[in-house]
Each structure stands twice: as structure tokens, then as C-alpha cells.
């Protein structure tokens, strides 16, 4: 089976930075896309930013030039550094890739979510 663990969460003030780490693990073949989600209070889940195989990026517009989305795949673990963060970033981040097991099925996977405050 294969898991997803996030760290890196937190309180930050407005202007700060937070670097938010997801990790999977487990029966793992290869690992295509993988995405970062938040969800504020009372709001539907957001499509944050994405990194594909090749590592291209791609991000929502309200955080691009601010977030930094990165992979590792040796360490089977994505990156998403936050600079500049608004209070507006503030919402519970969840991790999510798709994976490619060793019996070469495919499943999209999901982290446990992290929260990130962003507050004077």
C-alpha cells in the first residue's frame, strides 16, 4: 500500500515562509503527477500547484511568484515552499500523487492534510 505523510505545517505572519514536505511510501513503481490541495474554513477544496514527471510546474494564480512547487524523486517526496504568505493562504494543505504500483496499477493518492496559519 502505498502512503502519503506531510510535514512542515504551521504558524507563520503574514509576509513569512512555511516549506511543506510530502512524502509517500510504500509499493511504489514510479510516480506520475504530483499535486498540492488546500481547504480553508467554510470553502471548497483548491487546486494549489502541480509538478508532473517531467517536472513541469504549474500553479493557481493567486500563488504564483510566491510558491514553489519541487519534486524529489529518489526520496519519493514533493516540496512546496511558500514565501510571501497572506493571511488568504491560510487553510489546510493536503498532498496528493499519482502513483504507479508495482503490480503497474494506478491510484491517486491523498495525504492526511497539514494546517497552515498565516496570522499576526
Do not use: H
Not at 494543505?93 to 503497474?104: F, K, L, P, T
Amino acid at each position: 500500500q502505498v502512503q502519503l505523510v506531510e510535514s512542515g505545517g504551521g504558524l507563520a505572519q503574514p509576509g513569512g515562509s512555511l516549506r511543506l514536505s510530502c512524502a509517500a511510501s510504500g509499493s511504489i513503481f514510479s510516480i506520475d503527477a504530483m499535486n498540492w490541495w488546500r481547504q480553508a474554513p467554510g470553502k471548497q477544496r483548491e487546486w494549489v500547484a502541480g509538478i508532473s514527471s517531467s517536472t513541469t510546474t504549474t500553479y493557481t494564480d493567486s500563488v504564483k511568484g510566491r510558491f514553489t512547487i519541487s519534486r524529489d524523486n529518489a526520496k519519493n517526496t514533493m516540496y512546496l515552499q511558500m514565501n510571501s504568505l497572506k493571511s488568504e493562504d491560510t487553510a489546510v494543505y493536503s498532498c496528493n500523487m499519482v502513483v504507479r504500483s508495482i503490480a503497474r496499477s494506478v491510484t491517486s493518492v491523498w495525504g492526511q492534510g497539514t494546517q497552515v496559519t498565516v496570522s499576526t
